[in-house]
């Protein structure tokens, strides 16, 4: 969500109508573990996938900002 506003969002994703945008900001909030658990399991699957090369510091840096 790059900590956009819900008024930002409606602006970079002009298809969604705000109530769209404010029930799944809300889902968000009320599962934020559920979600990063999800999305750590997907980036450690990719890391899986992509062992073996040396191009993974993309993943690393990723994975990092999503535990901030």
């Not at 999305?39 to 900002?65: C, V, Y």
């Amino acid at each position: 969500m790059h900590g956009w506003s819900a008024d930002e969002l409606g602006r970079q994703y002009p298809h969604l109508t705000m109530a769209e945008i404010h029930a799944a900001l809300g889902y968000y909030f009320d599962h934020t573990e559920e979600i990063a658990g999800e999305i750590e399991s997907e980036l450690a699957h990719d890391e899986r996938l992509r062992a073996g090369t040396s191009n993974h510091s993309f993943l690393i840096r990723l994975r990092e900002k999503l535990r901030r």
